[in-house]
């Protein structure tokens, strides 16, 4: 029975991601970066080349400063390939990949399911545990014996371009796989504010990003349209809280983050004096969002409903 391999291409990331692999080994999965010259070799195919052996004249640096020499009719077609070429590929001279074996000569339907899932799992766990663009926009199968690529599938080609590196820290890698291990998901609750804070990684606009995060906040605490700025910013620095000075700085940052959500939609832009105490919209955008991480991850794993929470952080008073 054919061994075949389904890769997953993980773009805005560095060589922390393989930390990850202490992870996705036990569920059978690894993550495993190929340089350009591992790219022209395994996966030309991709690119249009044959296999066969080519001159290899072009010399790329690579991070280290190890020399990669690949050919001119590779490089030639991998500029004008429009996956690849999307992303950077100076910074480390080639890309990582999630990949998963899977056997038999035509790829199972419920095997391709399982890595979808799981794609779908660790992206979305990452992006819940800290900022940074990472995104898997395409994907494709391949046998090791066989050069040619069986099957591809692509995911918003370009969404992540040009988007922030997501690095993981070593002392970080314990809380990141704990929080993988509860596959949290979103439920009736977070189920629209997941879809706007997903959608923040769909565009570079921090405006965008801005207002979608705060209507995120609206779709979990709003009931009504009085004192929506007060109740907002006072039931997430309830919920995420946990001193009577941290609730009052995330209060009055997420009254202060409100009027700048206010300001981009009914008058178009935001002036200098609303952007002081953040710097400018793209500080005051990351802040929200982290501020929607910790307030999601509450939220899957609330038992109750919209109604029920609502209920339950107006009951409580202030942080002592």
Not at 109 to 129: A, G, M, P, V
Not at 162 to 169: K, L, M, T
Not at 213 to 235: P, V, Y
């Amino acid at each position: 029975m054919e061994l075949q391999k389904v890769y997953s291409l993980l773009v805005n990331v560095n060589e922390s991601i393989l930390l990850l692999n202490q992870y996705c080994n036990i569920h059978g999965f690894e993550i495993k970066f190929f340089d350009l010259y591992d790219i022209e070799k395994k996966f030309g195919a991709l690119f249009g080349l044959k296999n066969v052996d080519r001159p290899r004249r072009m010399g790329i640096h690579s991070k280290t400063d190890k020399m990669i020499s690949v050919s001119h009719e590779f490089m030639s077609n991998f500029k004008k390939n429009h996956i690849f070429s999307s992303y950077d590929y100076h910074k480390h001279s080639g890309f990582f990949f999630l990949i998963k074996n899977t056997s038999s000569r035509n790829v199972k339907l419920n095997n391709f399911e399982h890595f979808q899932f799981f794609d779908r799992h660790i992206i979305s766990t990452l992006r819940l545990f800290k900022e940074g663009d990472i995104g898997t926009p395409f994907h494709f199968f391949k046998s090791d014996k066989n050069y040619n690529i069986g099957s591809s599938g692509y995911k918003g080609l370009g969404l992540y371009r040009f988007g922030d590196e997501y690095s993981i820290e070593s002392d970080e890698i314990e809380d990141l796989i704990n929080l993988l291990n509860l596959r949290l998901t979103s439920n009736e609750l977070s189920e629209i504010a997941t879809k706007f804070f997903t959608n923040c990684y769909h565009t570079h606009d921090y405006q965008i990003k801005l207002i979608n995060s705060m209507i995120a906040f609206e779709s979990l605490f709003n009931r009504g349209k009085d004192q929506l700025r007060h109740i907002i910013s006072r039931h997430t620095a309830i919920l995420i809280s946990e001193t009577k000075e941290e609730f009052d700085r995330i209060y009055l940052e997420m009254k202060k983050l409100y009027d700048l959500r206010s300001s981009l939609v009914h008058t178009g832009h935001i002036s200098d004096k609303s952007l002081k105490p953040f710097g400018d919209t793209r500080s005051g955008a990351i802040k929200l969002m982290n501020y929607l991480r910790q307030v999601l991850l509450k939220c899957y794993q609330y038992n109750g409903n919209k109604n029920d929470l609502f209920e339950e952080l107006n009951l409580k008073g202030m942080k002592n």
